[in-house]
């Protein structure tokens, strides 16, 4: 099953966290989101957000600019 994406990299904080706020409250228990960013201040204030709210999160890096936020819902 593919985990569905969210593309922020043309969005800039707050914006990008409101954004992504929006829709892993739509995630069912067990069910992950990709959140692709390329801002500094989402990079740092999306991951810290979702772990305080519960959530299991993955931040890797595919080049030194995108990084994939991986969201998981814990059941």
Do not use: H
Request: proline fraction near 4%.
């Amino acid at each position: 099953m593919e985990i569905p994406a969210l593309d922020l990299t043309q969005t800039r904080c707050p914006m990008a966290l409101l954004l992504a706020k929006r829709e892993c409250r739509e995630l069912a228990s067990g069910q992950s989101l990709e959140i692709r960013i390329c801002d500094a201040g989402a990079r740092q204030d999306i991951p810290r957000y979702l772990l305080n709210q519960g959530y299991d999160v993955l931040v890797q890096t595919d080049n030194s600019r995108l990084f994939v936020i991986t969201v998981t819902k814990r059941l």
